[in-house]
């Protein structure tokens, strides 16, 4: 921590951020501009994961992270322009996730159309407020003066 803070201070000093120039609210809010996704070198392969995952998910089927991470796996193995090193040290972490996911606005939440009650009890409600509105509700201004 105080090693973060360290940096934080020289780099308040100095107004630099990786050799980017940088404001103070820049530096304060931490905003995108601080953010570099250099880190990645598998742009092929993301790009193959992110299509899997939209077709997937317009089909309805549940993806996951230890899907996704499992898929990144095997289409990074089967990349061609990268080193074998690069290949072999590349691990589908869940730091790797969260970055992805950010990266290509995904979220792995599963879409439910899940109720908390019935459709018989919900189908009571409505009925009720239907008959609510019907018979005891007032129709006008002068009907809620009288009663």
Same mark, same amino acid.
């Given at each position: 921590?105080?090693?973060?803070?360290?940096?934080y201070?020289?780099?308040?000093r100095?107004?630099?951020?990786?050799?980017?120039? #940088?404001?103070?609210?820049? !530096?304060?809010?931490k905003s %995108?501009?601080?953010?570099?996704?250099?880190?990645?070198?598998? *742009? $092929?392969s993301e790009?193959?994961l992110v299509?899997?995952f939209t077709e997937l998910?317009?089909?309805?089927?549940? #993806?996951?992270?230890?899907? !996704?991470k499992a898929?990144? %796996?095997?289409?990074?193995?089967?990349?061609?322009?990268q080193? *074998? $090193?690069?290949?072999?040290?590349f691990?589908?972490?869940d730091?790797w996730?969260?970055?992805?996911?950010?990266?290509h606005?995904?979220?792995?939440?599963?879409?439910?159309?899940k109720?908390s009650k019935?459709?018989?009890k919900?189908?009571?409600?409505?009925?009720?407020f239907?008959w609510?509105?019907?018979?005891?509700a007032?129709?006008?201004?002068?009907?809620?003066?009288s009663?």
């Open positions: 921590m105080r090693r973060y803070a360290q940096k201070r020289e780099s308040l100095k107004g630099t951020i990786r050799g980017k120039i #940088v404001g103070v609210n820049e !530096l304060k809010t %995108l501009v601080m953010k570099t996704y250099s880190s990645f070198f598998f *742009k $092929e790009t193959k299509d899997k998910r317009k089909v309805g089927i549940p #993806v996951n992270g230890p899907y !996704l898929k990144m %796996l095997k289409y990074v193995k089967k990349e061609k322009n080193t *074998k $090193e690069k290949i072999q040290n691990k589908a972490s730091t996730l969260k970055g992805f996911c950010e990266r606005g995904i979220s792995v939440r599963v879409q439910t159309n109720k019935s459709a018989f919900r189908s009571r409600m409505v009925r009720n239907h609510f509105m019907i018979y005891k007032p129709l006008s201004y002068s009907d809620r003066k009663s």
